[in-house]
């Protein structure tokens, strides 16, 4: 298959105009668990141009049951496992990683990307990422995400937007703790607000 047979492909199924703008995007995926593997799986397939993963995890047996990795990448960085898997699904897709924790001080390394998805498992990184690009980056749309666990109807999860370029996906109250754990499918419903909500920004579709 050569780069031009995928991008015709691609335009006879979304739209020569609308592909271009996927072709033209750089998304960051912030955290590659099952969120993120999710999300960035489902955006390549559509066509994003630039997909930027950043993470800094290895791929353990623990992660298997609900995340986009295969036993044969077990011990492998997630960065590097996930861009193994997308070179096989969307060969032409751009893939740049960095393999590393995303902190407040190297926020810059997500200064090309005009669109955030936030996937991480931790509040507090949630919290640092939502915060730092409103004050830093104030000009990218962000995509969040929070309630997704148990074995609750998938129809309680939902997008929302919070802010003029923040938006988030989820049922906003379930939690780990209160439920003990995470399943695929909810797990994927919620990734897959995330990336069709990326895909809508990206084609100036916007929620009210």
């Known amino acids: 298959m050569t780069k031009e047979e995928w991008y015709t492909v691609l335009e006879q199924r979304h739209g020569a105009e609308l592909q271009q703008k996927?072709?033209?995007?750089?998304?960051?995926?912030?955290?590659?668990?099952?969120?993120?593997s999710n999300a960035a799986i489902?955006?390549?397939?559509?066509?994003?141009g630039?997909?930027?993963?950043?993470?800094?995890?290895?791929?353990?047996?623990?992660?298997l049951h609900r995340q986009q990795y295969t036993v044969s990448q077990l011990g492998m960085?997630?960065?590097?496992?996930?861009?193994?898997?997308?070179s096989e699904i969307a060969p032409y897709c751009n893939v740049i990683t960095h393999?590393?924790?995303l902190t407040e001080e190297n926020l810059s390394l997500i200064s090309d990307c005009n669109i955030i998805c936030e996937c991480f498992d931790n509040a507090e990184y949630k919290a640092m990422l939502v915060n730092g690009i409103s004050e830093h980056y104030s000009e990218k749309y962000i995509v969040t995400a929070s309630g997704m666990s148990g074995l609750?109807?998938?129809?309680?999860?939902?997008?929302?937007?919070l802010g003029n370029k923040l938006y988030i996906c989820g049922d906003g109250t379930s939690d780990v703790d209160g439920d003990g754990t995470l399943f695929a499918p909810r797990v994927m419903l919620c990734a897959a607000h995330q990336a069709n909500t990326i895909l809508r920004i990206l084609a100036g579709k916007f929620e009210i």
Do not use: M, P, W
């Not at 630039?50 to 992660?63: E, Q, R, W, Y």
């Not at 609750?152 to 937007?161: D, P």
């Open 22 to 36: 996927f072709s033209s995007a750089c998304v960051a995926v912030c955290g590659l668990g099952g969120l993120g």
């Open 42 to 48: 489902s955006l390549a397939r559509a066509g994003v």
């Open 50 to 63: 630039t997909l930027h993963l950043i993470d800094f995890d290895n791929v353990d047996i623990s992660n």
């Open 77 to 86: 960085y997630k960065t590097e496992a996930l861009k193994q898997t997308l």
């Open 99 to 101: 393999t590393e924790k």
């Open 152 to 161: 609750h109807t998938g129809n309680t999860i939902q997008t929302k937007k």
